[in-house]
């Protein structure tokens, strides 16, 4: 037990908010497990469609409160437009909020700060109409936010176009193609482009501003985004167990909207050589084409390799007729599993990522060599940094027809698995070994979450 809880004094207490999708929870419940665990009293709010969904949540001290986007029966999926959505969200999630907020004061335990993703907005003008301390929560990777702001200012004007090169400060020079997609292909998906841009409408209100990411990672931009506000890199946020282990219960994220197969897993991947498995994973909500999913399915035919492939159960029928019976001597296929502990096994040499931001936070953070396969929203930006910056993996690159094809995709794992990826490999533990740095103690991202609790625990005590 911390020194503060065994002497029984107060502490601040922080109430938690996510945008309700599994990508967005898993990175602030770890944050806020870092908060508790600095002894924080911790509150993370859930809708209630989201906690029946997830059956319970192992957060260990953190309690779980209540509010409703509206949507109690069916969540997202229930509402006829994302447009619908978010209005619904908003309208019944402040009523909510406010009676969660006002229920927890009544109970003698008043929240000071909220912490809340700029997904949803409107929670920080809630909190400060409560008097209370706020923090953003960016779950993406500190270079497409500022990307995001930029086109949000107005600094940065799409439709780009092609063969142009694109400057933002702190960044590398960007092609179009490898911008969020929303600005590349712009006019796609408006409503989600509106959610992105609308993360600033209001974000000179809060008093910090965290990214889950680490300083070493996006240290340029990180140094650039602070220049403005009170920018904090906090990341990354991954069960502490397979970084720095210095929270011995925390071993996994403790949510699963899909139910993982995690023995059938391990049990497999043990009994393979070290280094000789590809894990092909696209995560929660990337959709592969009937094209896109019998290109790879060639490819990791012709390549006979062992190989660990995730296809959701929504997914299945998009494979080869006969696929799984065929392969079924190198291949494992699993509707879900639980991909750090995939990653962390020594037997995996390569990870065949859409390159989503916690994807690619857990490949640098346990030092898998990746194949980027980007799809849609940040993933093209995250592969660049994947492969210029970072140069932890190659980008398996489409052709003119829009697809990856089955010599391409071929290459790029030979590349990473084979003696030509030596630098890669390299790389990839060395990113390890930074990441692990960072949240340790006394490292860049532990720093930075210990002063926000030292500030908090003197606010809520009334030192100014």
């Known amino acids: 037990m911390d020194s503060n809880k065994a002497n029984g004094e107060e502490t601040a207490h922080c109430l938690i908010l996510p945008y309700p999708i599994q990508g967005h929870i898993n990175p ?27 059956k319970g949540l192992s957060g260990g001290s953190i309690s779980i409160g209540s509010i409703s986007d509206g949507f109690d029966e069916g969540g997202r999926a229930q509402a006829k437009t994302h447009e619908e959505y978010m209005a619904r969200f908003q309208q019944v999630g402040q009523q909510t909020l406010t009676e969660l907020l ?25 909190a400060k109409g409560f008097g209370l301390l706020a923090a953003a929560f960016f779950t993406q990777s500190c270079a497409v936010d500022s990307i995001y702001y930029h086109v949000y200012s107005g600094e940065l004007k799409p ?21 969020p997609s929303f600005i590349y292909v712009h006019g796609s998906y408006p409503s989600a482009f509106e959610m992105v841009r609308n993360q600033f409408q209001n974000i000179d209100k809060a008093d910090w501003i965290f990214v889950n990411t680490f300083h070493k990672l996006e240290e340029e931009v990180i140094n650039y985004m602070s220049r403005t506000w009170r920018v904090k890199a906090i990341g990354p946020t991954i069960p502490s167990m397979y970084l720095d282990k210095r929270l011995q219960d925390d071993k996994e994220y403790g949510l699963n909207v899909f139910n993982p197969t995690t023995n059938v897993c391990t049990n497999w991947l043990s009994q393979k050589q070290p280094k000789s ?44 007729k006969n696929f ?10 699993v509707s879900w599993c639980q991909q750090l502990e995939v990653l962390a096994h020594h037997a995996v040499g390569c990870f065949v990522t859409h390159c989503g931001w ?16 980007p799809q849609w929203t940040d993933q093209s930006t995250n592969a660049k940094f994947v492969v210029d910056v970072w140069r932890v993996g190659v980008w398996a690159r489409a052709d003119e027809t829009g697809l990856v094809r089955e010599g391409e995709i071929c290459r790029c794992i030979e590349h990473v698995m084979e003696g030509d990826g030596e630098e890669i490999r390299g790389n990839a533990n060395k990113w390890k070994e ?11 991202s532990d720093r930075n979450i210990g002063e926000f609790v030292s500030t908090l625990m003197s606010c809520s005590k009334g030192v100014s």
């Not at 003698?108 to 809630?126: A, R």
């Not at 176009?161 to 960044?171: A, F, H, M, S, Y």
């Not at 990441?435 to 860049?444: F, K, L, M, N, P």
């Open 102 to 126: 006002q229920a927890l004061a009544d109970s003698g335990s008043p929240v000071d700060c909220v912490v809340y993703d700029p997904f949803i907005p409107w929670v920080l003008d809630l």
């Open 434 to 444: 930074m990441a692990r740095e960072a949240v340790d103690e006394g490292g860049s």
């Open 277 to 320: 498995v590809i894990y092909i994973s696209f995560g929660s909500l990337a959709q592969l084409s009937i094209e896109q999913t019998q290109e790879l399915a060639r490819a990791l035919t012709t390549l006979n390799k062992h190989f660990l492939w995730v296809v959701r159960s929504s997914e299945l029928a998009k494979l080869p």
């Open 324 to 333: 799984s019976e065929e392969t079924s001597e190198k291949g494992l296929i």
């Open 159 to 179: 439709p780009l176009q092609r063969g142009e090169v694109v400057v933002v400060p702190g960044l590398p020079p960007l092609r179009p193609e490898e911008m």
């Open 28 to 54: 602030i419940l770890q944050f806020a497990k870092r908060l508790s665990h600095k002894s924080l009293k911790i509150t993370l709010a859930l809708t209630r469609f989201m906690i029946l969904k997830t």
């Open 358 to 373: 916690n994807s690619t936070l857990e490949g640098l953070s346990l030092g898998v060599p990746m194949v980027a396969m």
